[in-house]
Nanobody
């Protein structure tokens, strides 16, 4: 069974950067993604990456500021977040997707990591 462990969240000032990590254990999978849930809103897609080809997809709101990447040898996916905005404060979740890339549905979730962007 795949287990996902996120890390890297924390407090940062507006305009700052954070890098989230998600380490996966268990069997292999075809693609992974990051989602986030800000207070008062539904969980939303942020970015996805296919494991074999490294094909990426991003939500329009983060294009040009966030970068998703993976290191196969470490079974780890990263989310580099730059120019963070206060409204991006929330819990960020890593997920394994059912299919090959976005918009495949998520099937396994991590526990989430809190990101707080101060104004």
């Amino acid at each position: 069974q795949v287990q996902l462990v996120e890390s890297g969240g924390g407090l940062v000032q507006a305009g700052g950067s954070l890098r989230l990590s998600c380490a996966a254990s268990g069997r292999t999978f075809s693609s992974m993604a990051w989602f986030r849930q800000v207070p008062g809103k539904d969980r939303e897609f942020v970015a996805a990456i296919t494991w074999s080809g490294g094909i990426t997809n991003y939500a329009d709101s983060v294009k040009g500021r966030f970068t998703i990447s993976r290191v196969s040898a470490k079974n780890t996916v990263y989310l580099q977040m730059n120019s963070l905005l206060p409204e991006e404060t929330g819990v960020y979740y890593c997920a394994v997707l059912n299919g090959d890339g976005w918009p495949s549905s998520p099937k396994i979730w991590g526990q989430g990591t809190q990101v707080t962007v101060s104004s």
